[in-house]
Structures are given as C-alpha cells and as structure tokens.
C-alpha cells in the first residue's frame, strides 16, 4: 500500500521540515544543521543549500512572486529570509523578535504567518512584485521599522516592527 521512492540524504543534523514546490519538481527542507536544502524530485539530487541562518532552521515554504518562485525561510535565530531559488542568495531578511518555529502562506499567496517561541502568531502582508526594486520599499505593509541596502551586497535587511506597536529605537 505505501512504498519508499526515495531517500534524500545532505544535512549534517535533523530535519525539521520538508515542503513541496508549487509545481510539484522540487523539495525544500530545513534543518538544524542551520541550512535549507532544494532538491530535484526526479533526479533525486540536492540543486543548492542556503546558507546564512545563525540557528536552526525551524520552517522553509515555497513563495510565488511575479512569475519567480522564492523561498522563504524561518530560523530559531528570530530572523525570516526570503531567497533567490535559483542563485541561493538571500534577498529579503527581517527580524521577529524571538525564534520563528512555523511558517505559512495564505491561499492567496499575499499573506505571511509566522509563529515563534513567544506564544504570537505574526501575520505580514506581502506585496505583488515585491522584489522589484521600484516597490522594495512597500514590500511588508505594517511590518518595517527600518531598512538598508548595502551596494555590495544584493540582501535588504528590514527589522520587523509589529502592526500597531510600531516603536523606533
């Protein structure tokens, strides 16, 4: 009635989460051993691993976004980052606050849920487009406190600020 197809062997430590791509081609893991893993379906085989949490990697989901499939991922460092699925390189980090253990996605696409370790559920709206630079600025309604764009690097960093509780350091 149910049988093996595959093992899937690449992280150094336990697997907190596996996800299927919209499309059903590839995997998205998440480890302890502070990294998310993007594997080929068919072939059985690791494409890239992202790399840049400074905790375990509690929760990793798929992200549609202007015809382009992100990743985003959720750490026990309290940080969310969404990536380049092709490239692997982190394009949008913020901070929550405390330890990200789940992530989630609206049916919608356009809503962003995170739980932590602090008992709240966190909800972001995502933007259409966000990753175009014209509307960076505009990519989490009610979420950014502060951002910056480093020239030599493509990653923006937003540090979260919670809806209606908005308070600048």
Not at 87 to 115: K, M, Q, V
Not at 120 to 147: C, H, Q, T
Request: aromatic share 10%.
């Amino acid at each position: 009635i149910v049988e093996e197809v595959m093992t899937l062997c690449g992280h150094e430590d336990i697997i907190n989460c596996v996800n299927f791509s919209p499309d059903g081609q590839m995997l998205l893991t998440a480890s302890d051993d502070k990294t998310a893993k993007l594997w080929n379906i068919s072939r059985g085989e690791e494409i890239i691993t992202l790399q840049g949490h400074a905790g375990s990697v509690e929760s990793a989901i798929f992200f549609e976004n202007a015809g382009s499939i992100h990743t985003i991922t959720g750490s026990g460092d309290g940080y969310i980052k969404f990536w380049e699925t092709v490239r692997g390189s982190c394009i949008l980090t913020f901070y929550n606050d405390e330890g990200i253990y789940c992530l989630n996605l609206s049916s919608t696409r356009n809503l962003l849920l995170a739980s932590g370790k602090n008992g709240l559920v966190r909800m972001w709206s995502l933007k259409p487009n966000m990753f175009d630079v014209a509307d960076i600025n505009y990519a989490l309604e009610n979420a950014v406190g502060r951002y910056y764009h480093s020239n030599d690097s493509e990653e923006i960093s937003i540090k979260n600020k919670l809806f209606d509780n908005f308070q600048d350091d």
